[in-house]
């Protein structure tokens, strides 16, 4: 089962900064966070990834609480392109090997 | 760096038969290939894990008879789905992690299949 739970929706104005909660309480010392987005019909893009300290890219900021129990995306400057589904996802170790277990993740729609 | 090219993207087949989905990197090598289906308006739901020279691990609820994994080359992984039923018709996407040490994950771009 994922680790992590989004709000279903959100949506934001073009030009505006768009910050997407995620709750994962139950995770681990040693499991890392995860953000992917998915537009219609394609395979998932990697945005960025954390453990404990917070991350800046060319894409977006991943803020993590100090408890990691949540963490916060942030695309400053969202575009209509922007528009996805956000997937926030903790990645586990199971069955021998690290795996990516997809939650329901959040639809953003960005507003013109 | 550290693409893994899906094919086909498309493709439609009679409701029996079977049908086979190539996953390749192509500038890293893979020793594991993830494989994940999506029904529309659904999430990804991880299917099997291949490991490149051994069987692959299969998620409670999946087939292994029906989905065939093979995983013998660390840049060819193939989903073959085995007496397709229109409940199969689904997008399929594979995923890789990267080398280098930063652990992400690259997607394939997708396989939808429509049995018909």
């Known amino acids: 089962d994922a680790k992590t739970t989004q709000p279903p929706s959100m949506d934001c104005a073009e030009g505006r900064a768009a910050n997407l909660p995620c709750n994962h309480s139950?995770?681990?010392?040693?499991?890392?966070v995860y953000w992917y987005r998915q537009i219609h019909s394609q395979g998932p893009q990697y945005i960025i990834h954390?453990?404990?300290n917070n991350e800046t890219n060319e894409m977006a900021s991943l803020i993590i609480t100090e408890d990691r129990k949540s963490s916060t995306l942030i695309l400053p400057h969202a575009t209509l392109r922007d528009t996805a589904v956000y997937y926030c996802?903790?990645?586990?170790?199971?069955?021998?090997?690290?795996?990516?277990?997809f939650g329901s993740g959040t639809r953003l729609l960005v507003r013109p | 760096g550290a693409v893994v090219s899906q094919h086909p993207s498309r493709v439609i087949c009679k409701s029996g038969t079977s049908v086979k989905i190539e996953c390749r990197s192509l500038?890293?090598?893979?020793?594991?290939m993830f494989w994940y289906r999506q029904f529309p308006k659904q999430s990804l739901m991880l299917m099997a894990t291949?490991?490149?020279?051994?069987?692959?691990?299969?998620e409670q609820g999946v087939e292994k008879d029906k989905f065939l994994i093979n995983h013998a080359s660390l840049t060819l992984s193939t989903l073959t789905v085995t007496s397709a039923h229109p409940e199969d018709s689904s997008f399929y996407i594979c995923?890789?992690?990267?080398?280098?040490?930063?652990?992400?994950?690259?997607f394939g771009s997708g396989t939808r299949l429509t049995v018909v």
């Open positions: 995923s890789a992690p990267r080398q280098g040490g930063d652990y992400g994950y690259t």
């Open positions: 139950t995770i681990s010392g040693n499991e890392y």
């Open positions: 954390g453990l404990k």
């Open positions: 996802i903790v990645r586990s170790w199971m069955d021998s090997s690290y795996k990516l277990i």
């Open positions: 500038d890293f090598q893979a020793t594991t």
């Open positions: 291949s490991n490149e020279g051994s069987k692959a691990t299969y």
